[in-house]
């Protein structure tokens, strides 16, 4: 992953998984209006806030153990610091950052390669990758197969090892890969790498894409979970472990409190004063 940037695990995610979030998310797939915009080609059908739409998406997908350890290792921030006296260690999980689903159609156009870092901002500098510094992303993004996805049908074009590229350097379509991958297939790579979805030349094949992000515990999050997905449709689904995961949790120290205490305290009306993290 340092090395390239990204990666591709095969068969990790069930058939079982998969049709079960098919299930879930096809109505809003076929519901969903055609895109006006320059970013994604009109073909594309997309759903997002998948929180409080697929349960086994958020805990099969966003859940499962290996994408969370990647997400854990390269993503956690750790920070000491003085109060008073007192060397404090703080440490800030990494949290969820997007979910979306990409359904992209034939005769889809090839989306722009990009780096998915510029959101917040960030700006990478030119290293040999015997400098990269675990923790110097701000992002990884997670790609899973729903159906075959090739070179015809729109795979996501992907140059290894531009996450050590600087800042202003711009992409070159010639260096591009392409991520094929088989359905439960997944694609892992840093934020800062260029990346695009490519153009779908078949006449009648459906490139279904599940995806989401991880980002760090302290930035804000590119999709706003609180609104995109209903606290009544995720309390009591979800463990206190996923709903932190997803953002009701504190960065650690004091980050994101409620009235001097825990989002989940302040949402589920527990008055006591708790540990904030």
């Not at 920070?79 to 060397?87: D, M, P, V």
């Not at 260690?89 to 090839?110: C, D, K, M, W, Y």
Request: proline share 5%; glycine share 10%; aromatic share 10%.
């Amino acid at each position: 992953m340092i090395k390239a940037g990204g990666v591709i695990l095969r068969h990790a995610i069930t058939p079982e998984i998969l049709t079960r979030i098919e299930h879930d998310t096809r109505p809003y797939i076929q519901t969903d209006t055609e895109w006006t915009g320059t970013f994604f080609p009109k073909e594309t059908r997309r759903v997002c806030g998948l929180a409080g739409k697929s349960q086994p998406f958020i805990e099969g997908i966003v859940g499962n153990a290996i994408f969370q350890s990647i997400s854990d290792i390269l993503l956690t921030s750790k920070l000491g610091c003085w109060i008073g006296e007192k060397w404090e260690e703080h440490v800030s999980p990494p949290q969820l950052n997007n979910t979306i689903i990409f359904s992209v159609g034939p005769g889809a156009r090839a989306q722009g390669l990009h780096r998915d870092d510029m959101i917040h901002h960030n700006k990478p500098r030119s290293i040999p990758v015997e400098e990269y510094k675990v923790g110097q992303d701000v992002g990884v993004g997670f790609f899973v197969a729903a159906s075959r996805s090739t070179k015809e049908n729109g795979a996501t074009r992907f140059i290894p090892g531009s996450h050590l590229w600087a800042h202003e350097t711009p992409p070159v379509e010639g260096l591009a890969v392409h991520a094929e991958l088989e359905p439960g297939d997944m694609f892992v790579f840093f934020s800062s790498c260029y990346h695009g979805g490519s153009a779908n030349w078949t006449k009648d094949q459906e490139r279904l894409l599940y995806s989401f992000f991880m980002t760090k515990g302290f930035l804000r999050q590119e999709e706003n979970q609180y609104l995109a997905s209903r606290w009544e449709d995720v309390k009591g689904v979800y463990d206190d472990g996923m709903l932190k995961t997803m953002g009701y949790g504190l960065s650690a120290p004091f980050l994101g409190w409620v009235d001097l205490r825990s989002p989940l305290n302040s949402l589920r009306g527990e008055t006591e004063l708790k540990d904030l993290y």
